[in-house]
């Protein structure tokens, strides 16, 4: 019998691992999007993913998604709608404010913008956290589906025992988030967009004596980036509850993820992603459960000891 | 006779002599009439993940205030009106702590606080107004608070412990009463705060023993949850009677709830209790469907009972908040302890605050803002008597059950 409840609890761990980590991944490509092509280190991604899952919310209840597709497709709708509001956010900052410190502007700027960038995002990242306290308040939110509370039972595979349920919500979520990583590659392997974004990646200057326009690159890059990380903070909103402070609860997830792929490297952070939520679900079969983030961590560092760039990066920095 | 000689210095020095005279006399009158505002402290947290208790908080003080000065201040004091002086205490334990170093360098008038939510925020809050000396009123639960020899604490509501120690039996009798047989297993899931801590401690080592029953599951996480999958997963390995559910985080009452029911095992089918105002937030109902939380008892330190019809009124009709918190009664509560503190005091000082409150002894007054015994603090700063309220969601809304004198409705047992 206890070999049966374990055999359950492996495979429930292994469902609930790869659920969270679909939607971490999804969220840590956004950022290694950002970080590959621009190589900018966006403090507030947390914070964009936050705004991602208001305008989800708010797509879904005022603008009447929910009215029309209901509440079962109505969240989902809705969180894949936020990632072209925030897509224009995105290019808006980028404009207005990024491109001041990143880029090709940055020759002038002490240890190429870096510093300026890092305390730039952070200043947005405390800009948004704030006003988005005074102008949508405390209040938790949640896009509220009947899936999230109902699963699929898979088995019994061992006479009555052994079952594992897979949450709707989660699941569908999971789906989605696949398929945004697909329309992505896709996008940037085979897409005149992405050819750009590449070659401004691998080098600016080059693309620019290939006539280029790198800094529009970098913008759809960014905006690009924050439209991702807001769909799947749509896509997570479905299951939990968010108010303005969510993005710090998860922008350590994605820094974590994006360096355990491998700095810059778009599928290592899906990948990063993945393993975090793993390694915090799987780690409560043999550890405390408040131990869950430390698990987390100390994964986190063994992988940065033994395998300093990652799981997908390059040893040799690009030329 | 000497004839009256006025020359031009002796009229200009009578001249400033009598004008300063009646300005010193109208200013005295001015004074009469309108004596200096009282400065009271409340140290919540209004920003990061507490910020909505820290605002519900705030809202008890406000109405507190609003009703204190419209009923003409503080008399012994020639009708002084109190001034609330709101601080940040932030979302974490060191923001807590410079908080309440600001509070009491940038404020030296205060002659009182309540705060600060979170018991951990608590315990660091009053390691700073303890060293200068300002007394400070809470409703957090943990024994810790008041059991560090602390002279300047004044614990509103039952410790943890108590809590764990009043309800159990109610709970366990009504279970035994409504199923036929007593319930023999249990599992405790809990957060790590202090308040949840506190309050498992004396269940784990000696309640569930003395009941006879048995814990078959015993799991401690750090809030906020991720995912519930794994606590869940345990309790349908183990199937126990009971869950006794401690979460701090609404977020993390949320998923639990949902989560059981997405395992077959919510709604009543294993009947959870849980401890602490999360469960009964009007938050819950924002994120989820509240036919999931019907019959949800919670075990609370206070929460808007018989009696406070108006009150509970008044604060929905002027902040929309649809029931009475512990976080809002206990704050407004405290506001009128502070307010019979300075009327025995005589005098706008923290030292005779302090002192007053360690010596009021009352019955009614600001007592009947709070379950069971009286106003009284013994010489740790602990309520003496202090009572807990048991509240079940019924129809979506969560109702003070027990005990039986100042419940709003009639308990029942949710089992399916």
Redesign the interface.
């Known amino acids: 019998m206890t070999g049966i ?1 374990w055999t ?2 492996i495979l ?2 292994l ?2 691992g790869l ?2 980590g679909t939607i971490y991944g999804l969220m840590c490509v956004g950022l290694a999007l950002i970080f590959g092509v621009m190589r900018v280190i966006n403090f507030a991604q947390g914070d964009f993913m936050m705004l991602g899952m208001y305008a989800a919310f708010y797509i879904f209840g005022a603008l009447g998604v929910s009215a029309v597709f209901g509440t079962s497709a109505g969240p989902y709708v809705a969180a894949i709608l936020a990632g072209p509001v925030l897509f224009c956010i995105g290019y808006l900052t980028h404009k207005v404010l990024i491109s001041h410190v990143s880029g090709t502007r940055t020759a002038h700027l002490e240890g190429e913008g870096h510093y300026a960038q890092l305390i730039l995002t952070l200043g947005i990242a405390l800009i948004l956290t ?1 006003g988005a ?1 005074l102008f949508f308040g ?5 896009l ?1 589906t ?1 899936l ?4 699929w039972e898979l088995g019994p595979f061992w006479g009555d025992y052994v079952s594992v ?1 897979v ?1 709707k919500a ?1 699941g569908i979520s999971a789906a989605i988030s696949l398929g945004v990583i697909a329309v992505l590659a896709w996008m940037i392997g085979n897409s005149r967009i992405g050819r750009a974004l590449r070659a401004s990646a691998d080098n600016p200057t080059a693309a620019i004596y290939m006539g280029v326009n790198v800094d529009k690159s970098h913008r759809i890059a960014f905006a690009l980036g924050v439209a991702i990380t807001a769909v799947a903070g749509g896509l997570l909103a479905t ?3 968010f ?1 303005p ?1 969510v993005g710090l ?1 998860y922008v350590i997830v994605m820094y974590a993820g994006v360096v355990l792929g491998g700095m810059g490297s778009i599928i290592g952070a899906f990948w990063g992603g993945m393993t975090i939520g793993l390694v ?2 799987m780690s ?2 043999i550890l ?6 430390t698990a987390i961590f100390v994964f986190f560092l063994l992988i940065v000891f033994f395998r300093p760039q990652g799981f997908f990066g390059r040893v040799v920095e690009r030329t | 006779m000497e004839a009256l000689k006025i020359n031009r210095r002796d009229l200009l020095k009578s001249t400033a002599a009598t004008a300063a005279l009646a300005y010193g006399m109208a200013g005295a009158s001015a004074f009469a009439q309108t004596p200096a505002e009282v400065e009271v402290g409340l140290i919540v947290p209004l ?3 507490y ?2 208790p ?2 519900v908080m705030r809202m008890g003080a406000e109405m507190a205030i609003e009703d204190i000065n419209a009923a003409g201040g503080i008399g012994s004091l020639g009708g002084a009106k109190l001034k609330l002086v709101i601080v940040d205490a932030g ?1 974490s334990t060191e923001k807590s702590k410079n908080a309440a170093q600001r509070m009491v360098a940038e404020h030296t008038n205060l002659v009182a606080a309540s705060g600060a939510y979170l018991s951990s925020f608590t315990l660091a809050v009053t390691e700073v107004t303890e060293r200068a000396g300002l007394p400070v009123l809470t409703l957090s639960y943990s024994d810790l608070i008041t059991s560090r020899g602390f002279k300047y604490v004044f614990q509103t509501s039952a410790t943890a412990a108590s809590q764990a120690e009043q309800s159990l039996p109610v709970v366990i009798d009504l279970a035994t009463r409504a199923t036929g047989s007593k319930p023999k297993s249990v599992a405790i899931v809990t957060d ?1 705060t202090a308040a949840s801590v506190a309050s498992v401690k004396p269940m784990r080592e000696r309640l569930l023993k003395e009941l006879g029953i048995e814990l078959v599951v015993d ?4 809030p ?1 949850l ?2 519930a ?3 869940v ?2 309790i349908r ?1 183990a199937r126990p009677d009971l869950v006794f559910f401690l979460p701090t985080v ?2 993390d009452a ?2 639990m709830l ?2 059981l ?3 077959g095992l ?1 709604q009543g089918r294993i009947p959870l209790i849980s401890f602490g105002i999360a469960i009964a937030e009007p ?2 109902l ?4 509240p036919a ?1 939380v019907e019959g949800v008892m919670t075990c609370v330190g206070n929460w808007g009972f018989k009696g406070h019809e108006a009150l509970i009124k008044r604060i929905k009709d002027k902040y929309n908040e649809p029931w009475m918190t512990q976080n809002a009664i206990s704050t407004y509560g405290d506001m009128w302890i502070i307010k019979e503190a300075l009327e025995s005091a005589k005098k706008a000082d923290k030292e005779a605050v302090a002192q007053a409150l360690r010596t009021v002894d009352m019955d009614g007054g600001p007592a009947r803002y709070f379950p069971g015994g009286k106003l009284k603090f013994d010489e740790n700063g602990r309520r003496v008597g202090a009572g807990l309220t048991i509240v079940q969601w019924r129809n979506g809304i969560p109702s003070t059950v027990a005990p039986a004198n100042i419940a709003m409705a009639e308990p029942y047992w949710p089992k399916k």
């Open positions: 409840i359950e609890n429930q761990a469902a609930a659920l969270v704030n306290m405390s209040f938790l939110y949640s509220q009947p999230s509370t109902s699963a349920f949450n989660r299951n939990y509850p108010h402070y609860e915090q679900q409560t079969l405390p459960t408040q131990l869950q983030n | 920003s990061g993940i910020a909505r820290g605002q979302d790590n799991e401690t996480f750090t906020p991720a995912d999958t794994p606590l997963q345990r390995s609404i977020s949320k998923l949902e989560k029911n997405e395992f919510g938050d819950l924002k994120t989820m469907n999931l």
